[in-house]
């Protein structure tokens, strides 16, 4: 059974309308040609996501987002996703954006990570930006969001 869940983890955090969430972010799986599995997004506060960091990527920085990828089937999408929500809300005053647009831009890009997009170098991060952009825009295009 396929299924998008959503999960705090060390803050308080509601994510508002989850079933037209969850109704967009399946439709943007398949629209890229993957099946969903099952996709966990756990929201977290900064030091939670930056104790991931360090015990499982061996990084010692702050981030926004870390994506497991769980599937062991091509074209699957297995994953838990952690966000720091922490992250989300400086990232919208930095980018002069409300926190909901920007918790969806957060979602969508991890999600785009478990559908092949990178976000390294300028070529995969343009392309990741476009992507991001592209399916935002179908969030509002559609009524989802």
């Known amino acids: 059974m396929p299924a998008i869940s959503f999960f705090t983890e060390s803050v308080t955090y509601n994510l508002p309308q989850k079933l037209k969430m969850k109704k967009w972010l399946k439709a943007s799986i398949e629209k890229e040609g993957f ?7 756990i929201f977290c506060s900064d030091e939670y996501l930056l104790g991931i960091n360090q015990q499982y990527l061996n990084h ?3 981030t926004d987002i870390i994506t497991f990828d769980n599937s062991d089937k ?3 999408i297995v994953s838990d ?3 720091s929500i922490e992250r989300v809300k400086e990232n919208a005053l930095t980018f002069k ?3 909901f ?5 957060i979602m969508i890009h991890g999600t785009l990570h478990l559908l092949g997009y990178k ?3 300028k070529t995969a991060k343009a392309l990741m930006t476009q992507k991001e952009d592209e399916h935002l825009s179908y969030r509002a295009e559609s ?3």
């Open 35 to 41: 099946k969903l599995g099952e996709l966990n997004f």
């Open 60 to 62: 010692d920085t702050y």
């Open 74 to 76: 091509e074209k699957l």
């Open 81 to 83: 996703i952690f966000i």
């Open 97 to 99: 954006t409300n926190e």
């Open 101 to 105: 647009d920007e918790v969806c831009r």
């Open 119 to 121: 976000d390294k170098g």
């Open 143 to 145: 009524g989802l969001i």
